[in-house]
């Protein structure tokens, strides 16, 4: 029970990386609030896990707000916030020539402009209970950059130096 007393909210929680971040967490004794954009499946995680171990806060992290909303879902679960991980993130690939527009923004906006404002929320809160971790979900793909993925590179690749300047 490595994280028995701690409390951690993790966006993008509700599949993949995200949902087995969640329930490692619990299993180790933490409260954890799951963030995502699609409440079937952040209800899913939750049913299945221990009562009062887990909730949920359905929302986009690039949403002006959502942020301090999801930190106070946390601190609400538990007190306080010791960990936060940045992990929701969206992959809409195609060359640069054929990627829509909107798809660029939409991919900066939650892949980087979201760990940003999740960040900027919880650190204060962080602060005021002592101290905390965030974990900032980049990959591979930051550092070697796979042909047909120039937002998702881009912005994996700026969130690494962004948890560097943090």
Not at 55 to 79: I, R, T, W, Y
Not at 102 to 127: C, D, H, Y
């Amino acid at each position: 029970m490595q994280l028995q007393g701690k409390v951690a909210l993790i966006t993008g929680g509700g599949t993949g990386i995200g949902e087995g971040v969640a329930r490692r967490f619990v299993e180790e004794g933490a409260k954890v609030v799951i963030t995502g954009r699609r409440r079937e499946m952040l209800d899913k995680v939750v049913a299945s896990l221990p009562a009062g171990s887990i909730s949920a806060f359905c929302g986009d992290v690039s949403e002006d707000g959502n942020a301090q909303k999801m930190v106070d879902a946390a601190v609400a679960l538990g007190g306080r916030l010791d960990v936060l991980v940045n992990n929701a993130a969206i992959e809409q690939n195609a060359p640069v020539v054929d990627l829509d527009v909107a798809s660029w923004r939409q991919q900066l906006e939650v892949n980087l402009t979201g760990p940003f404002l999740m960040m900027k929320a919880a650190i204060p809160a962080m602060i005021a209970g002592g101290g905390g971790s965030i974990i900032n979900v980049a990959s591979v793909a930051a550092v070697v950059a796979p042909p047909g993925a120039p937002a998702y590179c881009a912005t994996k690749a700026a969130v690494l130096h962004l948890t560097k300047q943090v």
